[in-house]
């Protein structure tokens, strides 16, 4: 069974920097992919980044530039380094797990991903 545990929210002022890390259990093979997503109080969930079974990563619009998605495949453990944070990227972010996307053209949805995260707060202050 796959488990996912995370780390690394935390309260920021704008323009900080946070480095989400997402450590991956119980899955023996080496391609996966790791999906990071959001929800902000009153808003639906929304994609942020993946990173793919073949290291292909996939960030979207509205956060690039700022966000980045990595994975240290020796230690299973996939990050989401966020900078030059602002008050709109405070939400509850998640990763979720799929061991069956391999190459990342677009943010997969949410449905694609079979284990989650429990989340972890990123507030971000003006």
């Known amino acids: 069974q796959v488990r996912l545990v995370q780390s690394g929210g935390g309260s920021v002022e704008a323009g900080e920097s946070l480095r989400l890390s997402c450590a991956v259990s119980?899955?023996?093979?080496?391609?996966?992919?790791i999906g990071w997503f959001r929800q902000a109080p009153g808003k639906e969930r929304e994609g942020v980044a993946a990173?793919?079974?073949?290291?292909?990563?996939f960030v979207v619009a509205s956060v690039k530039g700022r966000f980045s998605v990595s994975r240290d495949n020796a230690k299973n453990i996939a990050y989401l380094e966020m900078n030059n944070l602002k008050p709109e990227d405070t939400a509850m972010y998640f990763c979720?797990?799929?061991?069956?996307?391999?190459?990342?053209?677009?943010?997969?949805?949410?449905?694609?991903?079979?284990?989650w995260g429990t989340g972890t707060q990123v507030t971000v202050s003006s």
């Open positions: 990173i793919g079974g073949d290291d292909s990563t």
């Open positions: 119980g899955y023996p093979y080496r391609s996966y992919c």
């Open positions: 979720a797990f799929s061991g069956d996307i391999l190459n990342i053209l677009n943010m997969p949805r949410g449905d694609f991903f079979k284990s």
